[in-house]
Nanobody, 124 residues
Framework: QVQLVESGGGLVQAGGSLRLSCAAS????????MGWFRQAPGKERVFVAA????????SYADSVKGRFTISRDNAKNTVYLQVNSLKPEDTAVYYCAAGRYSYVTVSPSLYDYWGQGTQVTVSS
């Protein structure tokens, strides 16, 4: 069983930055892609970013390109999401997810394990 624990969320002013972390345990971390999704109040959970198992490939939602950066440290079994130039519309619960395969995918159906989420609130 894979366990994912997110941290790093909080309240920040527009234009600010945060670094979200997700610590994983339970299987060989480097074999699987990792992703970040977010869910705003009253809206569906949507894809934010993903990284391949080896870390050589990444994918981003258009809404965060140039502002967010996903990375991973396979030695620490941890994936990160650096979020910069935050906007009020970035306010959401951010979820870390562990993929079924090593390659990058944006489909939530191909992520088998999910964390509990960390709240990011951006004030204007």
């Amino acid at each position: 069983q894979v366990q994912l624990v997110e941290s790093g969320g909080g309240l920040v002013q527009a234009g600010g930055s945060l670094r979200l972390s997700c610590a994983a345990s339970g299987r060989t971390f480097s074999r699987y892609a990792m992703g970040w999704f977010r869910q705003a109040p009253g809206k569906e959970r949507v894809f934010v970013a993903a990284i391949s198992g080896s870390g050589d490939r990444t994918s981003y939602a258009d809404s965060v390109k140039g502002r967010f950066t996903i990375s991973r440290d396979n030695a620490k079994n941890t994936v990160y999401l650096q979020v910069n130039s935050l906007k009020p519309e970035d306010t959401a619960v951010y979820y870390c997810a562990a993929g079924r395969y090593s390659y990058v995918t944006v489909s939530p159906s191909l992520y088998d394990y999910w964390g509990q989420g960390t709240q990011v609130t951006v004030s204007s």
